[in-house]
C-alpha cells in the first residue's frame, strides 16, 4: 500500500523540507506526489529547463524512505508561455462570450493550441528523461484534473478541428444534415466550414450536433493525454503513468473519461466527500469509487486504482471536519480498491487561491489534530498492506453507465430535473444495503458475469448494445432499467418505433406517452377518491404518488412473484414518468389516479428467455428502489448493521474466506449485529455476535475469534 500526500516543496524554504519529510516517515508515508503545477521552476525560460531544486527536494524525501509521482506541470503554464508575443501564439482557452481566459490561473490553455501542444509534450518528455532512470520516481501523473476548470474552448483552433472532426465522422455535409435531422429550424448547412462550434447557452441547437461537440472535445482532451504520456514513454521512462479526474460522472459538465484513461497505465481520481454533501453519504463515495475500478477494468490493465487526491481537511468554505473523518474516507478508498492513497495536502498554503483549503498541517506546519489521525491510519495500512493486497472482490451486480446518454440528458434534458447521477445512485445504494458489493461497467461484453445489470437512464441506443442486453437476459440474467430507455439512436434521433425500440421483445412494454412532472400537483380531492391517502403524503409539487399492484396468481409468469412481495406501500415518483402500455410484461407498481399517467404501470416485469427484464417507468425514491433490489439480491446473512444509519460494509474474501470492512459514517456509537466469531484485523480485537463502532470507526472482519 502506498500511502502520503500531495507535496508542494516549491511552496516552502528549502531549509523546511527536512523538516517535512521526517514528519511525514514519522507518519506513515512512503510516496509522495510532486511537480504538477512547478512548470515555471522546471522550465523557468523557454528550453531552459533547470532540475536542480526537484533533485534535491527528492534526495531529502528518499533519505526517509519516500518514493515520488512526478506530475507534468501542464497545469500551471507559465507567464512566458502564456502572454504570447505573436498572436497566432496566444493559447489561451475562449469562454462561450469570446473572452480569452486570463493570465495567472489554472489550466487555462487550450489543449487543442498547436503551441501549447508541442511545449507540454517537450515538457512531459524532459520530465521523463530525466527521471526515467531515478530510483524514487514509482510514476508520473499527466496534467491535473484535466476538463474540471471548463472543457470547451472556443478559439479558432477548436472551431477548425470540430469542422475536420465532423467531416471524418460523416464523410460529406449532406450525411451530416441527414443523420442530425439539419432540417429542422432550416438548419441544413452547405459545407462543413458553415458548422459553428455549438454553444451551450443558445437555445434549441441541434441535440445530435451538440452531443457531437462533447465527443469531440472529450476526443480531444483524450489526445492530450495520449501525446504527453507518449513523450514520456518515448524518453525512456517505464514507470507507470496516470492522471487524477475530478467530479467524475457530470454528464455534459465532464469529458468522457473513460477515453482519458485508455493510453494510460494507471485509473486515478481525487475524491473530496464532504463536497457530496454534509454529511456525506458513504453509497454517493462508493459510486465513484466503483466507477474508477471501472475504468482500471474497461481499459484491461487490471490493476487498482490510485487515490491522487484524499480529503484531509475541509475544502475552502466547508465546515470543518472531524479529524477522525480522514481515517474513515481514506480506509473507505482501501476498501473499494486504491492501493495508493494520497491526501491533499500536506500542509496548507499561506497563499493563493487555496489558502483555506486545508491540508493535514495547518498554515503554522506544526503537528495537530489532522496529522495525528493521518499517522495513525498510515502506521495500521502499513500492518496490514500484505493483508489488503491478497483481498479479492467478485459482485454479482453491477450497474451499467453509458457516457453518452449520461451527456445526451446534460446537454438537451426532456424535462427539467432529470438527473442520472441521482438515479445510479439510489440503484447502487439499494445494492449495497444488502451488504453486497456492486460494479459499475461501461462495457457491454462483459455483462455475463453478472447477475444483475441496472442501467440507469439508458437512452441511447443501438443495434449491438441491445444484441447484448438480450442476450444478457435471455441467459438467465436480470436486467433492470429506467424511464428513457432506447428512446433515441446514437444521432440523438427518435427511431421511428415506440420506446423501448430495439429492446421492447426484451422488456414486454410499449411507450405511448410521457410526461415531465416537475409541476404535477395533487387534482382536487374529490376526484381522488380512494388514492386520496395516496397523495395525503406526498409534501412537494412535482411528485405522484406509486401504488404496488397486487398479482393474481393465476396469471403470473412465476411463482416467484405472485402476490407481489417485492413492494409493498406507496412511494413517490417526481421529475418524469413514461406512460406504458403492456405487452408480454406484468405490472407490479402503478400510478394513482389523479398522476398524469394515472393507472399506468411505473414498474413491469417481463419473462424473455431464462432472465427477467424490469422496466422502472419514473424517478422513483429511494424507498422504492431499496424495496424493488430487497427483493432481487440476496442479502449477507453474517452482517446486519442498524436500520436508517449510514453503516457501510464492503463484502471481499481473503483466499476464499470471507472478510468485511464495516465503516461508521456516523458521528454516534452504531452497534453492529454479527454471525458468530470475528476478528477485527485493523484493531486486532475479537468480537461475538455483535461489536460497536465508535463515530468514525473502521474494522476489517475475518472470521475466528
Known sequence: ????????PEHWPEARWSTDAELMRAAGFNVVRIGEFAWNRFEPAEDQFEFGWIDR?????????????????????????????????????????GIRWETGARSMCCPGHPRFIDRSAKAAAALGAHFADHPSIIGFQIDNEIGMYGHRCYCGHCVRMFRQWLAAKYGTIDQLNRRL???????????????????????????????????????VYANYVRIQADAIRESGAAQPITTNVCHMFHGGGCLDETKLF?????????????????????????????????????????????????????????????????????????AHGADMILYFRWRTCRFGGEQYWRGILDHEGKANDRYRVVAQTGHEMAALSGTLSRL?????????????????????????????????????????????????????????????????????????LAARLSEFVHGGGTLVVTALTASLDRDHVAP??????????????????WSSLSQATAPPKERLGEAADAWQHLNAVGQVPVEAV??????????NISGNPLLTGIYTCSTWCDHLHLEAAQPLARFAAGSPAADCPVLTVNRYGDGKAYYIAGMMDGRFHADLFCSLIDGAGDIQVPDGKDVEVVALRDAGKPVYFILNHESELQTVVLDGAWRDMIGNVSYRDRLVLEPYGVCLLTTGE
Not at 413 to 432: H, N, W, Y
Request: charged share 25%.
Open 496 to 513: 421511428e418505433a415506440r420506446p423501448p425500440w430495439l429492446l421492447q421483445d426484451v422488456l414486454g412494454v410499449k411507450q405511448f406517452e
Open 262 to 334: 485508455e493510453p494510460l497505465d494507471i485509473v486515478g481520481w481525487d475524491c473530496y466527500p464532504s463536497q457530496f454533501g454534509s454529511p456525506p453519504k458513504s453509497s454517493t463515495v462508493g459510486l465513484l469509487h466503483a466507477i474508477a475500478r471501472g475504468f482500471s477494468t474497461r481499459h484491461g490493465s487490471g490493476h487498482p486504482f490510485w487515490m491522487l487526491e484524499q480529503q484531509s481537511g475541509s475544502p475552502a468554505g466547508g465546515v470543518a471536519c472531524d479529524p477522525r473523518q480522514s481515517r474513515l474516507w481514506a480506509w473507505q478508498s482501501a
Open 181 to 219: 435531422g439539419m432540417i429542422f429550424g432550416s438548419a441544413e448547412f452547405r459545407s462543413f466550414d458553415d458548422v459553428p462550434l455549438p454553444r451551450l447557452r443558445q437555445d434549441l441547437h441541434n441535440p445530435g450536433l451538440l452531443l457531437d461537440s462533447w465527443r469531440f472535445f472529450s476526443d
Open 550 to 559: 397486487n398479482l393474481d396468481p393465476a396469471s403470473s409468469q412465476d411463482e
Open 392 to 464: 479479492e472482490r467478485r459482485n454479482d451486480a453491477a450497474i451499467f453507465l453509458d457516457y453518452e446518454s449520461l451527456a445526451s440528458i446534460s446537454l438537451s434534458s426532456p424535462g427539467g430535473g432529470l438527473d442520472c447521477r441521482a438515479c445510479a445512485e439510489k440503484m447502487f445504494d439499494a445494492i449495497v444495503q444488502m451488504a453486497q458489493g456492486c460494479d459499475v461497467i461501461f462495457d457491454s461484453t462483459d455483462l455475463k458475469r453478472y447477475k444483475l445489470i441496472a442501467a440507469p437512464m439508458l437512452r441511447l441506443m443501438d443495434e449491438e
Open 1 to 8: 500500500m502506498w500511502y502520503g500526500s500531495a507535496y508542494y
Open 57 to 97: 527536494a527528492i534526495d531529502i524525501l528518499s533519505k526517509q524512505g519516500i518514493r515520488v509521482v512526478i506530475g507534468t506541470p501542464t497545469a500551471g503554464p507559465p507567464v512566458w508561455l502564456v502572454n504570447a508575443e505573436a498572436a497566432e501564439d496566444d493559447c489561451r482557452q475562449v469562454y462561450e462570450d
